[in-house]
Structure formats: structure tokens, C-alpha cells
């Protein structure tokens, strides 16, 4: 079984940019997550999707971030314009039922750097 | 939402060493709790689902405990060896995953 796919894997780029992240789930997974982990923190839920809806978008500072999830299957998350405080690795991770029971299946992450 | 923590930060052992972990959470509302082990440039990979009070897993030289009404859940390695070197993230459930900070663990030879 295919794991969950993300690119780019590194990414620098200058304040004020904009830059793009992709995720390809596990095949036939549902839902659907994209985590930031700043150094020295735990990951943290960013946007949750069950098939292309969203389920829980309250952590994702919506006036720079957005993300979609075309056909409930790849998903793409974008910053716009990114700000020194987004350096991060951002993960997206994918599951087969309820986030309470069902273990996550995480991808290898982007690791952002913004200078 | 919830306050994770895990002790200790780091830790550093000698291979055959066993050693063990903490996760502390607010004991109320309660669903789930899940232990993550993520290594160096590679995704974080499930250790454990863990939903019933007094639930113990295990998974070959790695075992976990937890306790709801107390609000803790122990990660327990024996024997540990270099491939053990990773963090380890637990994560109990509110109506979201909500990581602590880890726990890094060096086994040297």
C-alpha cells in the first residue's frame, strides 16, 4: 500500500511570497489532514477534510492560509503571503474513519523555511 | 482545548537500556489517546490507539499504559536499541488530535 505523498519536501523562500503545498492520501481515505509543527512544539491541526468538505478549519489563520481539496481525494494548502513565523514542517496526514479510534497515516512533510 | 505534556524533553541511554516516557492530559472528556514515534526525515508512524482506562498495548519491545481518571499514559521500551532513536509524540483525543511536545530519545551503542 502506497503511503501518503507530499511535495515539495523543502521549500525556502523570502517573506511575502507565496508558496504551495501538496498532499496525495492513502487511497480511499476520507479524511484528510494538514498539520503545522513549529520547531520545539507537537504538530497542530490546521484544517481537517472529510472527502472535500471541511470539517474543522479553526486553527488555520485564514487571512494568509487556504486549502482545498479537489474531488476528495489530493490536497493543496497555500500561504499567502507567508510571514517569518510560518517556517515550519508542514504534514499532511490521512485515515480510514474517526480521528477518536482510527490511527493517522502521516506523509513526510514539507519543511518551510521563510527568510 | 487540551494542555499535553510529555516528560522528559530529551533523554539519552545506552543500547540494552529500558526506558520510559510520560503523557499528562486533563482527565475529563476523555475519548481517545494516540502515541506517535516520528524519526529523523521520516513521517511519524502509529504506535498505539489507546480508549479504555487500564488499556495496556504492546508492539514487540515497546508497551503502553494508560490511565484515564488520572490523566496519564506511559510509553514503556525494553531493551532499547539505536533504531529506537526518535521522538515520541503522544496525542489524546478532544474533538481533535492535540499533540504534546514529544519526548527525544537517543539510544547510543
New interface residues.
Given amino acids: 500500500e502506497a503511503?501518503?505523498a507530499q511535495s515539495p519536501r523543502y521549500k525556502i523562500i523570502e517573506k511575502r511570497q507565496s508558496v504551495a503545498f501538496w498532499c496525495n492520501p492513502i487511497s480511499g481515505h476520507a479524511t484528510l489532514y494538514w498539520?503545522q509543527q513549529i520547531l520545539?512544539?507537537?504538530?497542530?491541526?490546521l484544517i481537517?477534510f472529510q472527502n472535500n468538505g471541511v470539517v474543522?478549519d479553526s486553527q488555520l489563520p485564514k487571512d494568509r492560509f487556504s486549502a482545498e481539496r479537489l474531488k476528495g481525494v489530493d490536497s493543496t494548502l497555500k500561504i499567502q503571503p507567508a510571514k517569518l513565523e510560518d517556517s515550519a514542517v508542514y504534514?499532511c496526514?490521512s485515515s480510514n474513519g474517526t480521528?477518536?479510534?482510527?490511527?493517522?497515516?502521516?506523509?513526510?512533510?514539507t519543511r518551510l523555511t521563510v527568510l | 482545548i487540551l494542555n499535553?505534556e510529555q516528560s522528559p524533553q530529551s533523554l539519552h541511554v545506552q543500547e540494552g537500556d529500558s526506558t520510559n516516557f510520560t503523557c499528562s492530559f486533563p482527565s475529563s472528556n476523555f475519548?481517545?489517546l494516540?502515541w506517535?514515534r516520528w524519526e529523523t526525515?521520516?513521517?511519524?508512524?502509529?504506535l498505539f490507539?489507546m480508549?479504555l482506562n487500564g488499556d495496556e498495548k504492546k508492539k514487540g519491545r515497546i508497551s503502553a499504559t494508560l490511565n484515564t481518571k488520572e490523566g496519564y499514559s506511559y510509553l514503556y521500551i525494553k531493551g532499547s536499541q539505536p533504531e529506537d532513536s526518535a521522538t515520541y509524540?503522544c496525542?489524546p483525543?478532544d474533538?481533535?488530535?492535540?499533540?504534546?511536545?514529544?519526548t527525544r530519545l537517543q539510544v547510543f551503542p
Avoid: C, M, W
Fill in positions: 503511503g501518503v498539520y520545539g512544539q507537537g504538530p497542530k491541526l481537517q474543522d504534514l496526514a480521528v477518536r479510534y482510527n490511527e493517522q497515516f502521516f506523509g513526510p512533510g | 499535553v475519548y481517545a494516540h506517535y526525515a521520516k513521517s511519524p508512524e502509529a490507539v480508549t509524540l496525542a483525543i474533538d481533535k488530535l492535540i499533540f504534546g511536545t514529544g
